[in-house]
C-alpha cells in the first residue's frame, strides 16, 4: 500500500512539473526527500518501533523555503564592518573613490568645510622665526612667564607661546582644516556628536573605536602631516620642561619623570564657547609609547579652558586649573594615564589682538600632539 501510494504522488509530481516548467529546480529535491521518507518508513514498517526525535510527517508548502538549501546570507540582513559605516560628521570630500566605499553607486553629500575663522585670507602660514622669539643663545626661555609643575611628569608653562606664533599657529590650522582631511565633528552611531570640531594629523583617530587609522571612516580622507614647526615648538617645550623639573626635583635623569617624545599623532579640536570634553584617559596610543608614559604635549589658543584632572574618574575629585592662550600642558611618566576633561569654555578671554590678526570665531584651538 506504501508503494503504491509512493507511485501515485510521484505521477502527480511529474504532471505538476510537466505544467508549470518554472519549478522545474525544486521538484527533484522535493520528489527525492519524498522517496527518502517513503524508505524510512518501509524500513519501519519491517522493525519494531524506535522513537524518533524527527517529524516523519509528509508535506508540501511552497510558500516554505529550506533555509539549509540557500545561501547563508540568504534574507538576512548585512552587517557592515566598521571600515564601511558611515559616521555622523561633517565631511570635506566629495568622493569615496580610493577608500573601503570604492565599490558604493552612492556619493556622499558635498558638506561645507568647517572654518574655524570668520574672515580673511586662506593663504599659508608659516612660523619661520616666531620660535627664536623667546630663545636666547643657551636655548632657555626668557625670564618672566610662569612656569610651574603641577604634579610628578605635570607641567604647565604659561603663556609660552608668544602672541605672533599664536597668530601662525591659527593661520596653519585653518589652512589644514578647510583642505582634505581638515575639520569635522565627529559623532557615535547613535546619533550623538562630539561637543566639538576635529582634525587629526599624522594619523586619524576614531572616537567611536578608539583607534588610529591612516584614513578617517566615514570619507577614506588621509591624515594631513604634521608641520615642521608645530614638531619644533613640541620639541622645544619638552626641553623647557625638563629644565624645570631638574630645578625643582634636583634630579639627575629627568628622563625618569618625564619621558622625551617626538610626535607623530596632533588632534587639533576647535571648542566653541559651549563646547565641552569629557572626563577620561588617553589610552589608544601603543602598548610601547604608554608602558614608557611617553607625554601628550597641550597647546592652548584663543578662549580660556577650565581644564580638570586628577587620578579618578569621579569629576568632582578632580583638580582644575585654567588654560589660557598661549599655554602648554605637559603630561607624561607617573601623570601620563591621568584623568582630565574641559569643563566649560570662558567667552571673550582670549588676547584681543589674537582676535583682530586672525579673525578666528569664539572659541578655543587645543592641539594635543602624542607619539603613537
Known amino acids: 500500500m506504501l508503494l503504491q501510494l509512493h507511485r501515485t504522488i510521484t505521477l502527480s509530481l511529474t504532471r505538476f512539473h510537466y505544467h508549470h516548467h518554472k519549478h522545474l529546480r525544486t521538484v527533484p529535491n522535493i520528489s527525492r526527500q519524498i522517496s527518502l521518507r517513503f524508505s524510512s518508513l518501509r524500513s519501519m514498517n519491517n522493525s519494531s518501533p524506535k522513537p524518533s526525535t524527527h517529524n516523519s510527517s509528509i508535506s508540501y508548502d511552497p510558500d516554505v523555503i529550506d533555509e539549509s538549501l540557500l545561501p547563508t546570507q540568504f534574507g538576512k540582513k548585512r552587517k557592515h564592518s566598521y571600515g564601511e559605516r558611515l559616521q555622523l560628521g561633517q565631511s570635506n570630500s566629495k568622493h569615496v573613490a580610493g577608500t573601503n566605499f570604492a565599490d558604493c553607486s552612492e556619493v556622499l553629500p558635498e558638506v561645507k568645510p568647517f572654518d574655524m575663522c570668520l574672515s580673511g585670507s586662506r593663504s599659508s602660514a608659516t612660523l619661520t622665526g616666531c620660535l627664536n622669539e623667546k630663545w636666547n643663545e643657551m636655548g632657555h626661555i626668557v625670564e618672566g612667564t610662569e ?101 625643582e626635583y634636583k634630579v639627575s635623569n629627568v ?65 582644575k586649573v585654567l588654560l589660557e592662550s598661549g599655554d602648554v600642558l605637559i603630561f607624561g611618566g607617573k601623570s601620563r594615564h591621568i584623568f582630565h576633561s574641559v569643563a566649560s569654555i570662558i567667552p571673550k578671554s582670549a588676547p584681543r589682538a589674537l582676535y583682530e590678526e586672525t579673525s578666528l570665531r569664539p572659541g578655543r584651538v587645543n592641539l594635543t600632539f602624542r607619539q603613537f
Open 147 to 247: 612656569q610651574r609643575v603641577l604634579r610628578p611628569g605635570m607641567v604647565l608653562l604659561k603663556r609660552y607661546i608668544t602672541l605672533s606664533e599664536q597668530v601662525e599657529i591659527v593661520k596653519k590650522c585653518r589652512v589644514l582644516g578647510l583642505g582634505q582631511g581638515g575639520f569635522y565633528q565627529p559623532g557615535y552611531q547613535d546619533g550623538a556628536k562630539l561637543r566639538l570640531q576635529m582634525m587629526c594629523l599624522g594619523l586619524n583617530w576614531h572616537p567611536e573605536t578608539r583607534k588610529y587609522k591612516e584614513q578617517r571612516v566615514f570619507d577614506g580622507s588621509k591624515a594631513p602631516a604634521i608641520p615642521h614647526e608645530f614638531s619644533l615648538l613640541v620639541k622645544i617645550a619638552i626641553q623647557d620642561a625638563h629644565a624645570l623639573i631638574k630645578k
Open 255 to 319: 628622563e625618569d619623570i618625564l619621558p622625551s617624545m617626538s610626535p607623530n599623532i596632533c588632534i587639533v579640536n576647535f571648542y566653541t564657547t559651549r563646547g565641552r570634553l569629557g572626563h577620561h584617559q588617553d589610552r589608544d596610543e601603543s602598548r610601547e609609547s604608554l608602558l614608557k608614559g611617553l607625554p601628550v604635549v597641550s597647546l592652548s589658543v584663543g578662549d580660556s579652558a577650565e581644564f580638570l584632572y586628577g587620578d579618578q574618574r569621579n569629576v568632582d575629585k578632580a583638580e
